[in-house]
């Protein structure tokens, strides 16, 4: 059992198989000020590694809900007219994290195992240089609230790769931090890969603090299974977050308890203030491609109209909507853009699973107040075969162009325009074989602000 072991210079901490460091449950083993069982501060060269154990022993008491948390405000009251017990866990106990590291420069974890941790796991502030290799990290998917995995806070040059995370809240997340009274310092040059992740939150996640920009961000390579989300960016205290590179995952997502963030979707895109006096952000410069999701949420990518989203690139998606497990339906489309500028969209296809089919579910993909789009190789239909739903439904989007795309079997339109804003798009070389509508308008007046070849 042990309070705050602090890490200097050139130091190397190492958990031999079969050891189990257990976090102290008395304030009087901790450095003054220090909430944290492996502390690193202003230190170079340090390292945790082995096979051993680092175990929080958090503790949680299941009780009434305690205020409003407003990122969750809608999805809470859904879950309150379904009739859903709207208690929830709150931590009990020491309320401490398990690492944390502050200004430090060339950090490597290795190997080692940490469960139960009463606050975010590992958390890196304002470091350079940092190694984390074959870790397994375990907070209780139902209980661990604010039990993040790693935490990338204003860091730089960082790689995550080959562990396993497995996590109630964001299993790996960046942010952006203002700290001791200092403006926050950007993050950047970031890596993960070749990781197995679940999350009752985000697997793979950027925001919400965000507070100086991020940017060099390559999440790759990594199975998510067991998630409520697969990843997501949020952006509400005025950064610009650009030049990410999302590619090569798969995707299986389940519905968690209504407290968590998330919808069990493949991902989620917010741009935001925080309060009426935050400056407004950027999201920009992104790449999404050859993603496999099995999801039971709908998809969100979501700009402003006063700042869109910018350049948006999406390339080998195949989703397959599953039915929600839970009471508290909150799927409709597979995949809903809105306000966004400059978004490429090649090979992605919606498969809905008919089994049990939710009766909320409406369009394969949804485009609305968006503009300098392209929409290239798309496959789906609606999600009820019975529906008037199109599979790509437009709404006051404008300088566009869908072709050498295909409609599913059972697709009823599979085009809809509408919205008086509508112009300078263009059909191409789509296959409507199997649609029994074709594309459809809202109006007679929108044929004419269309090019159909």
């Given at each position: 059992t042990t309070g705050t072991i ?103 974890l290795r190997d080692i195992t ?94 919400t603090e965000t507070h100086a ?241």
């Amino acid at each position: 059992t042990t309070g705050t072991i602090k890490l200097l210079d050139n130091v190397i901490l190492h958990v031999e198989a079969g050891a189990t460091l257990y976090l102290s449950q008395s304030r009087e083993d901790f450095i003054p000020g220090s909430r944290t069982m492996i502390l690193g501060e202003n230190a170079r060269n340090i390292s945790v590694t082995g096979k051993g154990t680092l175990d929080g022993l958090a503790k949680y008491e299941f009780v009434d809900m305690r205020g409003l948390d407003p990122e969750i405000a809608e999805e809470i009251e859904i879950a309150r007219k379904a009739g859903i017990d709207m208690r929830r866990y709150y931590r009990t106990g020491m309320q401490t994290f398990m690492f944390i590291f502050n200004n430090c420069t060339n950090i490597l974890l290795r190997d080692i195992t940490v469960i139960n941790s009463p606050l975010w796991n590992v958390r890196f502030n304002d470091c350079d240089r940092v190694y984390v290799r074959g870790v397994y990290i375990y907070s209780d998917l139902e209980k661990g609230v604010n039990a993040d995995g790693i935490d990338i806070v204003s860091s730089r040059n960082v790689t995550i790769s080959d562990s396993v995370i497995i996590t109630a809240d964001d299993a790996i997340v960046i942010k952006t931090i203002p700290r001791n009274d200092r403006p926050a310092n950007p993050a950047e040059n970031i890596t993960v890969t070749n990781c197995i992740l679940s999350s009752s939150s985000t697997a793979l996640m950027i925001g919400t603090e965000t507070h100086a920009d991020v940017k060099g961000v390559n999440f790759s390579h990594c199975v998510i299974r067991n998630s409520n989300k697969g990843f997501g960016i949020n952006v509400q205290d005025g950064a610009v977050v650009s030049d990410v590179i999302i590619s090569h995952l798969t995707i299986e997502t389940g519905r968690r308890h209504w407290n968590w963030w998330g919808s069990a979707e493949m991902c989620k895109f917010v741009l935001k203030k925080r309060s009426p006096e935050s400056k407004l952000g950027v999201i920009r410069n992104i790449m999404i491609d050859h993603i496999i999701a099995h999801c039971r949420g709908t998809s969100t990518i979501h700009g402003l109209a006063e700042q869109p989203l910018e350049n948006i690139r999406m390339n080998d998606i195949q989703v397959f909507m599953e039915p929600e497990d839970a009471k508290d339906k909150r799927a409709t489309h597979a995949l809903e853009i809105n306000r966004v500028r400059g978004i490429v969209i090649r090979d992605m296809s919606v498969n809905w699973i008919e089994e049990y089919a939710e009766p909320l579910w409406k369009s394969a993909l949804v485009l609305n107040d968006v503009n300098e789009f392209e929409l290239r190789s798309i496959t789906g239909r609606q999600g009820l075969r019975n529906s008037d739903a199109p599979a790509i439904l437009l709404n006051e989007v404008s300088d566009g162009i869908i072709y050498d795309s295909r409609a599913a079997s059972g697709c009823a339109a599979f085009i809809h325009v509408q919205g008086e804003n509508c112009r300078d798009i263009v059909f191409r070389n789509n296959n409507l074989a199997r649609s029994s509508k074709g594309v459809t308008y809202a109006n007679e007046g929108l044929k004419n602000r269309v090019k159909e070849n």
